[in-house]
């Protein structure tokens, strides 16, 4: 399969992308280690299509709250090798990093998008990097991004204030990335649901998706067994954890793709894809075409 060199090529026709998420990382919050070894996170990367991810995105440094950044060698040692294996099996896939070097090497090894959660702000070449490959981009809002420590917790916002903020600094960031020379049909954006909000922020974005959705730019939406979602069971005095949010993240998803979101990215495909599927379905009404598998027969016992 070609490089993607629009977002046309990655986006998915009558319904929602999904993206999986391979953190090649010894600690991110909910599956730290488990795929750090490149042989692992290919297997994981090939388990996600067959349960309908539609892209892979590999990351090689934690943005779990608290977390500090990697080496940059050590970064582009994790993901390069499972990108260029993905990538040579006809895999989608995108980067997850914040450095300029890592995205050119991973856009060398085939990646079809540079996902940066930093919006471009944490290295200054990251922008012209963006320019160069001549891929898709996405463009994260992270409003407290801090050198050596990555500060996702909390609240950097006044009350009232996170939709118009969110809204006014993707901006700003999309603006530089077209200054630099990033064309505007490779540019997806990120409201960054859990990074330095707190759950009544993530409450309020979700919210005003349809504001984001009426914007230029395609929206990817990553709630993914976020704090807020866990919380959910926690609120009604239930065992709570991050894996626990999955059926919560599904929902989340459904919603999303129900009102045009371009994709989601989640850690359980399986769900998700089905919830995509099920918002193309409902959105489609008697339009759907699907729907003509041989029904079982079913008995009581």
Same mark, same amino acid.
């Given at each position: 399969?070609?490089?993607?060199?629009?977002?046309?090529?990655?986006?998915?026709?009558?319904?929602?992308?999904?993206?999986?998420?391979?953190?090649?990382?010894?600690?991110?919050?909910?599956?730290?280690?488990?795929?750090?070894?490149?042989?692992?996170?290919?297997?994981?990367?090939?388990?996600?299509?067959?349960?309908?991810?539609?892209?892979?995105?590999?990351?090689?440094?934690?943005?779990?709250?608290?977390?500090?950044?990697?080496?940059?060698?050590?970064?582009?040692?994790?993901?390069?090798?499972?990108?260029?294996?993905?990538?040579?099996?006809? /895999?989608?896939?995108?980067?997850?990093?914040?450095?300029?070097?890592?995205?050119?090497?991973?856009?060398?090894?085939?990646?079809?998008? /540079?996902?940066?959660?930093?919006?471009?702000?944490?290295?200054?070449?990251?922008?012209?990097?963006?320019?160069?490959?001549?891929?898709?981009?996405?463009?994260?809002?992270?409003?407290?991004?801090?050198?050596?420590?990555?500060?996702?917790?909390?609240?950097?916002?006044?009350?009232?204030?996170?939709?118009?903020?969110?809204?006014?600094?993707?901006?700003?960031?999309?603006?530089?990335?077209?200054?630099?020379?990033?064309?505007?049909?490779?540019?997806?954006?990120?409201?960054?649901?859990?990074?330095?909000?707190?759950?009544?922020?993530?409450?309020?974005?979700?919210?005003?998706?349809?504001?984001?959705?009426?914007?230029?730019?395609?929206?990817?939406?990553?709630?993914?067994?976020?704090?807020?979602?866990?919380? /959910?069971?926690?609120?009604?005095?239930?065992?709570?954890?991050?894996?626990?949010?999955?059926?919560?993240?599904?929902?989340?998803?459904? /919603?999303?793709?129900?009102?045009?979101?371009?994709?989601?990215?989640?850690?359980?495909?399986?769900?998700?894809?089905?919830?995509?599927?099920?918002?193309?379905?409902?959105?489609?009404?008697?339009?759907?075409?699907?729907?003509?598998?041989?029904?079982?027969?079913?008995?009581?016992?």
């Amino acid at each position: 399969m070609d490089q993607a060199q629009s977002v046309a090529d990655l986006t998915v026709a009558d319904r929602t992308l999904v993206m999986g998420i391979v953190n090649v990382t010894e600690d991110s919050f909910s599956d730290g280690g488990k795929w750090v070894d490149p042989s692992a996170a290919v297997k994981h990367a090939r388990e996600l299509v067959a349960k309908g991810a539609d892209i892979i995105d590999v990351g090689g440094e934690s943005t779990r709250p608290g977390a500090t950044r990697v080496d940059a060698d050590l970064e582009r040692a994790r993901v390069v090798p499972v990108i260029a294996a993905l990538h040579a099996e006809g /895999i989608r896939t995108s980067v997850d990093t914040m450095r300029a070097a890592t995205a050119l090497a991973a856009a060398d090894a085939g990646v079809d998008l /540079i996902n940066d959660v930093s919006g471009g702000l944490a290295d200054p070449g990251m922008y012209s990097a963006m320019a160069s490959a001549g891929i898709p981009v996405c463009l994260m809002h992270w409003k407290t991004l801090q050198e050596g420590v990555l500060s996702s917790a909390g609240r950097a916002h006044e009350d009232g204030s996170v939709v118009e903020d969110v809204q006014e600094t993707l901006g700003r960031l999309v603006n530089k990335a077209l200054s630099a020379g990033v064309r505007s049909d490779n540019i997806v954006l990120d409201p960054g649901l859990g990074f330095a909000k707190s759950p009544q922020d993530n409450w309020a974005l979700l919210n005003a998706l349809p504001q984001f959705l009426e914007g230029q730019f395609p929206l990817l939406v990553g709630a993914s067994r976020k704090r807020f979602l866990a919380a /959910i069971r926690g609120d009604r005095g239930v065992e709570s954890n991050p894996i626990l949010a999955d059926p919560a993240t599904a929902a989340v998803t459904a /919603i999303s793709a129900h009102l045009g979101a371009w994709g989601v990215r989640v850690h359980e495909v399986a769900v998700s894809r089905d919830a995509v599927d099920v918002a193309a379905a409902w959105n489609a009404g008697a339009a759907y075409a699907g729907g003509h598998t041989t029904p079982q027969t079913y008995q009581r016992s």
